[in-house]
């Protein structure tokens, strides 16, 4: 059920059963990051029947003793099968934007990226004063605010920190690396300053990874490729994105996941932003 689940998109959370057996069963789903819920328990069961004389204590001490002997310990779940915690995936990470993303949405409780896609600066500002608390990650296409001022971006800055999240500047760089690394740290906009994340595409090739990276690595940013597209008719092939899930680790000390439709690798050093 669970896996058929997976396979249609459905994120599974919780699962409701009658009677838990206590084998084992509720340590393996929650490690799967599904919440057991029963109506009863095995032990329950045999509590009421013992008080009411319905079982002696020799009936229940076999029982007992069957259910240690035939339960399916946690160790025995294959490590790739397990759902690893927002925290536990957080001290696996090195990426400064990986462990602070991790950790933000496990303390938040929330995965919710904004798109603030609003012209006017002022009105831009109170959204995302109001939706700031409930989101891990606002993004920006700062190119359609009107009138960008380094007010402006003091101030979004500010709301970052007031509220706990981080800026992606959804810029989708797509140049040689030179021309990127102007685009990225200087110009009008000055995304290196005030962007936590960006994203680009991988078709020139490693250059405009390089090019990004002298600007935002020692700043402690981090780059999305852009591996996989949600619009109808897009070009991106699937060896497209296996390319671009190759370049992303050699640089795994700049890049910090994938824009993508799908999960694309199991390694918990790069996260999964989906599109739509």
Not at 2 to 12: A, E, N, P, T
Not at 38 to 43: A, D, G, N, P, R
Not at 75 to 93: M, T, W
């Amino acid at each position: 059920l669970f896996r058929s689940g997976d396979c249609s998109g459905m994120i599974v959370r919780d699962a409701v059963v009658f009677l838990d057996r206590e084998q084992g069963g509720k340590g393996r789903l929650a490690a799967r990051g599904i919440q057991l819920h029963s109506v009863l328990t095995v032990s329950d069961i045999l509590e009421i029947l013992e008080r009411r004389g319905k079982i002696d204590t020799t009936i229940v001490s076999q029982v007992r003793a069957f259910i240690r002997d035939n339960s399916f310990p946690l160790e025995d779940i294959p490590a790739a099968q397990r759902v690893l915690s927002y925290e536990e995936r957080a001290s696996l990470v090195e990426h400064p934007v990986t462990k602070r993303l991790l950790l933000l949405m496990s303390k938040k409780r929330t995965n919710l990226v904004f798109s603030a896609d609003i012209a006017c600066p002022e009105n831009f500002l109170k959204v995302v004063d109001s939706v700031g608390p409930y989101v891990c990650v606002v993004k920006t296409h700062v190119d359609t605010i009107e009138n960008v001022t380094t007010e402006f971006l003091t101030s979004l800055t500010r709301l970052a920190r007031k509220h706990d999240f981080l800026l992606f500047e959804d810029r989708k760089f797509c140049d040689i690396g030179n021309t990127v690394r102007s685009q990225y740290g200087s110009g009008t906009f000055k995304i290196s300053e005030w962007a936590d994340v960006i994203n680009a595409h991988a078709l020139p090739g490693a250059g405009v990874i390089e090019g990004l990276r002298k600007v935002g690595q020692p700043k402690g940013r981090g780059c999305l490729l852009i591996a996989e597209m949600s619009s109808k008719g897009n070009l991106i092939s699937s060896s497209y994105t296996q390319e671009s899930v190759a370049l992303a680790k050699c640089y795994s000390d700049f890049v910090v996941g994938f824009i993508a439709t799908q999960k694309l690798t199991d390694d918990p050093n790069f996260l999964h932003f989906t599109p739509g």
